[in-house]
């Protein structure tokens, strides 16, 4: 895993918490809890996670934690990929702004 040392919004319970649905938090807190050891590290960042995995690819990881968690069946695929997909729109939105930030400070 590469080190992004720029980092200025911190993988907190603050941050997190600001997304409405409790799959994305759950989500956000694993993420978080494989990123790093310690909430305290200089590397507990949002955009050390970006640097390290595109936001894309933390879209379809969510989508499919999020089916996971609803236990999906085949009866409830429809009903739940929809409500999956719904869930993770706030996320989305909040990394992309927070990706292009990176992209524009560092020139990529």
């Not at 409500?83 to 990706?99: M, P, T, V």
């Amino acid at each position: 895993m590469a080190l992004y040392e720029d980092g200025k919004i911190r993988f907190d319970d603050e941050f997190i918490k600001q997304f409405n649905s409790q799959h994305v938090q759950n989500f956000l807190k694993l993420i978080r809890f494989n990123l790093v050891d310690s909430k305290n590290s200089p590397y507990c960042t949002v955009e050390h996670l970006l640097y390290n995995k595109p936001v894309d690819k933390l879209m379809d990881e969510l989508y499919w934690f999020i089916l996971g968690q609803k236990n999906t069946d085949l009866k409830h695929v429809i009903e739940h990929s929809v409500d999956a997909i719904l869930e993770s729109g706030q996320l989305y939105e909040k990394l992309k702004e927070i990706r292009k930030m990176m992209e524009e400070e560092n020139g990529w």
